[in-house]
Every structure is written in C-alpha cells, then in structure tokens.
C-alpha cells in the first residue's frame, strides 16, 4: 500500500490513495493521490511502472501524477509511463500546472472505459461504480483478460470511491481480496455522500464470497475500532485497516 488516505486527514503519513500491485515482473499502481509519489519513489523506481490507472478525477487519486511526470522529464527522459485514466485527465493537469502539453512530456495517457485489459502479466477487469461522473473499480488478478486464469487465480479488487456497493458485485469473485474504501466508518453514511460504510463493505464481502477484507480511505474522526466491527458483525473472514508500507501475497 503506497497511499490510503482520504481527501482529508489528521494522521501522519495517510497520503492519498495509491496501491501498486505486481505480478510475475509486471507493476500496475492503482490511483496516485497527494503526497503518495514519495512513497513510491522509495519502495520501486516509478520509471518501471508498467502502468497507472486511475478510478476516477478527484485529487486525492489522481494528483501525484504531476510529480510523477517531473520525475520522468527530469530523471528518466528516455522514459514514458502508460496512464489509463476516465476522460479529461490531461486537461485538468494542463490546467493545474497552467502548461499545455504538459502531461504529453512524459505520460501517455489512454481513456478507461468499462470492459477488461491485459497489462504485461496482469488481467484487469474494469467496472462503473456511483460517486463522481465516470468512476470505476478495478479487480486485478494474475492471467490475460481472455484466459482461464483470469477466472480461476485469486485477484484484488479495488472499490475506488463508491457510493452503492451493489455496483461492486459483478467485479468480485469467491475468495478475492476486497480492498475497500470504507469513508464514514461505522456509519451511516452521509445523504448524497457517494461513499461507504462499515456495514455496506461486510454486507458486501459477504454476498460475493470475498475471502478477506483490507479497509481503506476512512475519514477523519472515523474511529477504526468501531468501523472494524462494524464490518466483522456483517462478514466473517479476515477484516484489517491498511496503511502506507502494509504488503500482502495474494495466493490461492
């Protein structure tokens, strides 16, 4: 876990969401928040980044891009990363940085649209879910999109931030590893809010057949004991928070 953070936070070292996933030689990072590029940068070279896709266009899982891009225009310039983002990333960047071009400099970026892609050794299965205009969720799993493997192997399944976890169902599979944003803790969850609670998630782990739980994006003055068994009196498996530097196999 690079980054697990929400938009905003209290505890030291909760940088914006960012999880990088590998797999027989193959590095995908799932969102790249703020503040989450320094902890990257310390646990794999970023030049290496096979590619970055991101759930969605809020700051807190996309804006690390930028240091990304100077990294690679000023330490790697022979090298470019893939970008696979829902549509208007580069523009906001552009904006942002108030340079056009300026993500073309070092990212190639592509648009995500719902379906599945293959990214070196890794099979990538892409959903809608509800919170902001074009949001998705990922599972991620070892396997080409078209091959057995991608059916059979254990995969991670990534929630990004959503706001109807029934949105989430097509995606998991028995035995996956649920990694969820959970942003008002035991709840309930705010009206119109567009994110989950404690409940939701266990409601949800339970339902697909998740066969753990790794909790993440919880908002200030949340308490993470409550939330914990908010979810564990709803599913039965293995429920824990997740914090930058926690690492975890995933095995069938």
């Known amino acids: 876990m690079v980054g697990a953070g929400p938009a905003y936070t209290d505890r030291p070292r909760a940088t ?68 696979v983002a829902p549509a208007g990333l580069d523009a906001r960047l552009d904006a942002l940085h108030g340079e056009p071009g300026f993500c073309s400099a070092a990212l190639d970026i592509e648009l995500l649209v719902a379906g599945s892609m293959t ?22 799993a070892p396997g080409s999109s078209s091959s057995a493997g991608a059916d059979d192997a254990p995969g991670l399944v990534y929630s990004g931030d959503c706001g109807r976890a029934q949105d989430l169902d097509v995606l998991i599979r028995p035995g996956d590893t649920l990694l969820s944003e959970v942003s008002f803790g035991p709840g309930p969850v705010q009206p119109a809010a567009q994110h989950l609670d404690g409940p939701a998630v266990g409601d949800l782990a339970r339902r697909c057949g998740a066969g753990r739980v790794l909790l993440t994006h919880i908002q200030m003055g949340h308490d993470r004991s409550a939330t914990l068994e908010s979810v564990r009196a709803r599913f039965d498996g293995m429920v824990e928070f997740v914090d930058p530097g926690f690492e975890t196999l995933i095995t069938a």
Do not use: C, M, N
């Open 119 to 140: 990214i070196g050794a890794l099979a990538i299965e892409i959903a809608p879910v509800t919170h902001t205009q074009s949001s998705f969720g990922f599972r991620v």
């Open 16 to 83: 914006g969401a960012a999880y990088l996933v590998r797999s027989g030689g193959t590095s995908v990072l799932l969102d790249l928040g703020h503040g989450a590029f320094a902890t990257l940068a310390g646990t794999i070279d970023p030049g290496t980044l096979d590619a970055v896709l991101i759930s969605h266009l809020h700051p807190d899982h996309f804006v690390d891009l930028v240091p990304l891009r100077h990294f690679l225009r000023w330490e790697k310039p022979q090298r470019r990363v893939r970008v």
